[in-house]
Every structure is written in C-alpha cells, then in structure tokens.
C-alpha cells in the first residue's frame, strides 16, 4: 500500500445525486491532489492544495467541488454530473518545500460511473 | 505545447522474456522524468525518477533511460513475469512560468505478461 486511501473504491450516481468521495493520506505529506483518468487519455490534473490552501483548479466544473479541511484529508463533493465525468478519479499526495514537489504517492482510485 | 508521447501504446510478450516500452517529450525546461507502474484498479506507484543528469537507473528488473539532447526515455523490463502486466505511464516534471513543478502525463502503454 502506498498510505493514501481513497473511499468508495466504486461509485455509481445519477445526475442528480450529490455525493462525495474521500482521500486520506498517511504520510506526513503537506500537498494533495485529485486527478481524473478517462480511457485511453493521460492523467488530468483537477486540484492541488498545499498546506491546505487551494494553490490550482484547473478549468474544473463548478460540478467538482473540492474540500481540505487539514493536511491528511481531501474531499471532492460532486453534485449534477454529466455521464462524460465517469472516469476513475485519483487523489495523491506529496511533500512540497518551495517550488520543488517531491514524489507524488497514488491512492488505489474510486471508479465512478454516472448514469 | 508540454507533450509526453509513449509507444507502443500496447503490448504483449511471453513470460520470460524483455522488453522495453518508449518516451519522448518536448516538456520543458525540463525537471525530471518518472515512470510509474499502474495495475488494473490500481492508483500509479512510482518506479524510478531520474533527472537531467541522470542516464540510467534501476529498480530490480526495471531500468530505465534518459537522453535528455534527444528527449527521449525508455524502460526495459527483464524476464519479465506475469505480475508485471500493467500500464506503464511516463511522466515529464517541468518548471512552470511560475517557477513552480508541474507534471505532465503520457497515455501509457499497456503491458500483458502471457504465460
């Protein structure tokens, strides 16, 4: 295991449901990132926080909704998607000092599919 | 435009055997290079990082390559086993207009170990 968990492991949701998907690292790490990985598409970055402050939001949709209440936890609040946000979603951590991020360790992913 | 491209983009060996998956980039200015294994339902782990000094480097059966005048990567695996089957991701670290690291992601090539 590499001390980021990420809950639910599957997730299926209509569009009009709210849900929220959950990120805990074990690590001491002070940054944290979601992801979205599509099929056959490179990994897209969506949020980063450093020292629990938002620091990037990547042309997101006000759809995803982002949480950091303190460094070990990331939360992503979905509400209103569209079939095309299936994907599986990624969160990460790592240990920034300046403008240098250290290697980012990946939880196992949540699968979600919209319906 | 900060592009990472990786060939092939699936692939299929017999146990036993090697083989050596390609990268090139056009990141930069370039910071680091990364490879990461990511198994089905699995978030990435990180196999080797090197940076631009750096022209090889190993973790067990993997080694991986870097010319940086060329921007090129490779990763050879040897003797391969069936746990090795898994998409192998190449991902270019780069310093933004910012002067902070930012990642760019390659698609993957998808390894299958056939017994």
């Known amino acids: 295991e590499t001390g980021v968990t990420q809950t639910p492991r599957h997730l299926v949701m209509g569009m009009t449901n709210k849900k929220s998907l959950k990120c805990e690292q074990h690590?001491?790490?002070?940054?944290m990132y979601w992801y979205k990985q599509s099929a056959k598409k490179p990994l897209e970055l969506m949020f980063v926080?450093?020292?629990?402050?938002?620091?990037e939001n990547n042309s997101v949709p006000s759809r995803f909704s982002p949480e950091c209440p303190n460094s070990s936890h990331l939360f992503l609040h979905l509400h209103t998607l569209q079939p095309e946000d299936s994907a599986l979603y990624l969160c990460a951590s790592s240990q920034v000092q300046g403008l240098t991020s250290y290697e980012q360790y990946f939880g196992p992913g949540t699968r979600l599919t919209v319906t | 435009k900060n592009q990472v491209e990786q060939s092939p983009q699936s692939l299929i060996i017999l146990e036993g055997k090697n083989c050596t998956l390609q990268?090139?980039?056009?990141?930069?200015?370039?910071?680091?290079l990364r490879w990461y294994k990511q198994d089905t339902g699995r978030g990435p782990v990180s196999l080797t990082i090197?940076?631009?000094?750096?022209n090889t480097k190993s973790n067990g059966r993997y080694t991986a390559t870097l010319d940086a005048d060329t921007k090129q990567s490779s990763l050879h695996i040897t003797a391969s086993q069936l746990s090795d089957s898994a998409s192998y991701i190449c991902v270019v670290s780069f310093i933004s207009n910012f002067g902070n690291e930012k990642l760019t992601f390659g698609t993957g090539t998808r390894l299958t170990i056939i017994p």
């Open positions: 926080y450093s020292l629990e402050e938002r620091v």
């Open positions: 690590l001491g790490h002070n940054a």
């Open positions: 990268c090139n980039y056009t990141v930069s200015p370039f910071s680091n």
């Open positions: 090197m940076t631009f000094s750096e």
